[in-house]
C-alpha cells in the first residue's frame, strides 16, 4: 500500500511526464481520472439544480480546503483562524472530519488548549454542527464581522466576548457542499502546485483548476521556499482563471523542537545547526520540512518519508527500505561513523 501511493504521488506530481517504467498504469489512471470528473461533474450539477441542498448555519461560516491532496497548510491555516477569531472574543467552531484515526484533531486540540475554540469532529459536518451550535449556543455578528467595511478584527474583542459560538471554521470542506459558506478559501502548496494538472488519481486535483472560480482568498503556501518568478508565475496562473480573487502567501516559522515523548519538554532550534539530520516524516510535503531543516544550517539532511498520516508501527526494518535510494543502509552508516 505504501508503495502504490508512492508511485501514483511520483507520477501526480512529475510534470507532465510519467517516470518511464510506470507508462504502463498512464491508461489505468487516465480512465479513473475520467470516472472521478464525471461523478463531481454529477454532483455539482445535482446541487446547481437543487436536488441536493445545502445547509446555511447560523453563523458566518468560513471554509478552507485545497485543491490538491496534502501539504498545503490547511490545517495551520485552521489554527491560525482560530487564534485569530478567539483572541478578538469571537468563539470559533472548527468542524473537521478527522482522517487517519484524528492526528490533526488531535494537534489543533494541543495547540488550541486554553482558548475559546471549539473543535467537532464528524464526517456529517451539518450534523456536528448542530449538535455543538446547541450545547453551546450562537451568537451572530455576522453582519459586521464580513461587512464591506474592512476592522480590524481586534476592535471585536470588547463588545462580542462570548463563550457562545461564533463563527465556523470548515476544514478541508472545498468539496463538502452540504453547508454553504460565507467565505471559501484555498490553499495552495507553491512548492508542487498542481502537479500534472491531472484529476485523481492519474494526477493530485480533486477538482480541475478551474474550481478556483468559487474561491474567495486563495493563500500560496510555502511562499518562503520558492522563488520570486515562480510565486508570479503562480499568481498568474490564478488570476487566468478568476481575476477577483484575493491572493496571500504564508509560510511556516520553526519555533523549537520538542521530544516526541514529551510535548511540554522544549529544544532550541540551533541544535540542527552543522548536525547530520535525519528527517522522518509522514507529511503532505516532506519537501517543504526538508528544505526548512536545511535552513536551519544542517550539515547533511537525510529523508525517510512515509505517506500523509502514516500510522508508525514498531517494526525497524521497513524504515530503512524507504530511505533515499542514493543512500543505502551500509552507506548511511558508514556516513554517519564517519
Ligand atoms: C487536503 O489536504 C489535507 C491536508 O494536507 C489532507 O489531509 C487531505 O487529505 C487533502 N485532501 C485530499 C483528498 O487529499
Ligand atoms: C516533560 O517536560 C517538562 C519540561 O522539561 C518537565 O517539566 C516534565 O517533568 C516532563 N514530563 C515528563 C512526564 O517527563
Not at 16 to 29: G, K, N, Q, V, W
Not at 48 to 59: H, M, Y
Not at 63 to 88: D, H, I
Not at 252 to 281: D, G, M, Q, R, W
Request: aromatic content about 10%; proline content about 4%; glycine content about 8%.
Amino acid at each position: 500500500m505504501e508503495k502504490l501511493k508512492r508511485v501514483l504521488t511520483q507520477i501526480a506530481y512529475n510534470n507532465y511526464s510519467a517516470p518511464f517504467h510506470y507508462t504502463p498504469l498512464l491508461p489505468i489512471l487516465s480512465f479513473a481520472s475520467k470516472l472521478y470528473g464525471f461523478a463531481l461533474f454529477l454532483r455539482h450539477h445535482l446541487y446547481a439544480f437543487g436536488l441536493f441542498k445545502s445547509k446555511r448555519l447560523p453563523v458566518p461560516v468560513i471554509s478552507v480546503g485545497n485543491l490538491t491532496w496534502g501539504g498545503n497548510g490547511k490545517t495551520p491555516m485552521v489554527e491560525f483562524l482560530s487564534l485569530l477569531f478567539s483572541r478578538s472574543g469571537i468563539c470559533p467552531l472548527i468542524l473537521t472530519r478527522g482522517y487517519a484515526g484524528g492526528d490533526e484533531a488531535k494537534m489543533l486540540k494541543r495547540h488550541l488548549a486554553g482558548t475559546s475554540a471549539k473543535i467537532g469532529i464528524g464526517a456529517n459536518r451539518a450534523a456536528t454542527a448542530a449538535c455543538f451550535l446547541n450545547k453551546y449556543g450562537y451568537t451572530d455578528h455576522g453582519g459586521p464581522l464580513f461587512s464591506d467595511k474592512m476592522y480590524p478584527i481586534q476592535e471585536f474583542g470588547s463588545c462580542y466576548n462570548s463563550l457562545k459560538i461564533g463563527v465556523v471554521i470548515l476544514d478541508d470542506a472545498m468539496q463538502h457542499w452540504s453547508l454553504s459558506r460565507d467565505v471559501e478559501i484555498v490553499m495552495v502548496n507553491g512548492i508542487m502546485l498542481w502537479g500534472n494538472c491531472h484529476l485523481l488519481p492519474r494526477g493530485p486535483l480533486r477538482e480541475p483548476v478551474a474550481a478556483l472560480e468559487r474561491a474567495d482568498i486563495v493563500v500560496i503556501h510555502h511562499a518562503d521556499l520558492v522563488s520570486y518568478a515562480q510565486l508570479r508565475s503562480i499568481k498568474s496562473r490564478i488570476i487566468e482563471v478568476k481575476d477577483t480573487i484575493n491572493i496571500f502567501f504564508s509560510r511556516l516559522v520553526p519555533c523549537y523542537f520538542f521530544e516526541a515523548k514529551n510535548h511540554s519538554s522544549t529544544l532550541p532550534l540551533k541544535l540542527a545547526a552543522n548536525t547530520i539530520v535525519l528527517c522522518v516524516s509522514a507529511i503532505g510535503c516532506a519537501e517543504a520540512f526538508v528544505r526548512t531543516i536545511k535552513k536551519l544550517g544542517a550539515l547533511h539532511v537525510d529523508i525517510m518519508d512515509f505517506s500523509d498520516h502514516h500510522i508508525f508501527k514498531e517494526k525497524r526494518e521497513q524504515y530503512w527500505e524507504s530511505l533515499g535510494s542514493d543512500i543505502r543502509r551500509s552507506d548511511y552508516l558508514r556516513y554517519l561513523l564517519s
